[in-house]
């Protein structure tokens, strides 16, 4: 019997270390989604790149704002993008500075990589960022505690496309169209990782404006993650 319950609670501890979707916040936030209605919250990550103004583009041409998780190195590569991001009404999150994957970490490279990102979003923005997004979603033991400390709420995802594997604009639609749920955190991605292999989001960006007609023919209202802790508004 004790090394059953060993056994249950390793795993258990493992899918909280790996699996993104095994989050407390995340369970809370479907309820709030059930009683309330179809919510669909676009967020993207390992940006801003060159991709990014486009994407605003479709999403302000849409009438939606969108939640960007970023990384602190590139940031700093396009402040000016980044600015437009906030400028234009949508939530900036960190995803680290180098999008390095945090779970084996020591505690002082995991604030480092977590500060660093903080420190060059505020440079930029005038606004330390609230909310966070681990690289591949990937947790660490105590993850949450230090998140607090720094003043961060851990943000997961309920559907991820594989858009990184740039697949063709269609493939990607059929992805997104294959099952809804109430509350949909679709994960997409505006930037590139720190792979060292040839990367675009071409795909993505072709493919959003018909992701966003797909949401809406199905009666979703569009928010941004910081809009969660509001009461739901329809429409949208």
């Known amino acids: 019997m004790i090394f059953f319950a060993l056994t249950l609670a390793l795993a258990l501890y493992i899918l909280y270390l790996f699996i993104p979707q095994w989050d407390s916040w995340l369970w809370r936030a479907k309820r709030k989604a ?6 669909c919250c676009l967020t993207f990550d390992d940006g801003p790149s060159k991709w990014t103004p486009g994407v605003l583009d479709i999403l302000k041409k849409a009438g939606i704002r969108a939640t960007f ?20 009404g949508h939530v ?11 779970t084996f970490v ?16 505020k440079s930029i923005t005038g606004v330390s960022p609230s909310l ?6 990937f947790k660490r033991p105590f993850f949450k505690r230090t998140l607090s400390k720094m003043g961060l709420t851990l943000i997961p995802w309920t559907k991820g496309i594989w858009d990184t594997d740039m697949p063709p604009a269609d493939e990607l639609i059929r992805r997104v169209s294959k099952k809804f749920e109430p509350l949909e955190i679709l994960l997409l991605h505006d930037g ?18 018909k992701i966003i007609e797909e949401y809406r023919k199905r009666g ?8 969660l802790s509001l009461p739901f508004v329809r429409g949208g």
């Open 220 to 227: 979703y209202t569009f928010m941004t993650i910081s809009e």
């Open 34 to 39: 059930r009683a309330n209605g179809r919510v």
């Open 192 to 209: 590139i990782d720190n792979r060292k292999i040839p990367q675009n989001r071409d795909s993505m960006v072709a493919a959003l404006p």
């Open 69 to 88: 998780f970023v990384t602190g190195e590139r940031a700093a590569a396009y402040p000016d993008i980044v600015r437009k991001i906030s400028g234009e």
């Open 92 to 102: 900036i999150g960190s995803h680290t500075m180098t999008h390095r994957k945090l």
């Open 106 to 121: 020591n505690g002082d490279t995991l604030e480092k990589e977590i500060a660093g990102c903080n420190d060059t979003l």
């Open 132 to 137: 966070f997004r681990a690289p591949r979603g």
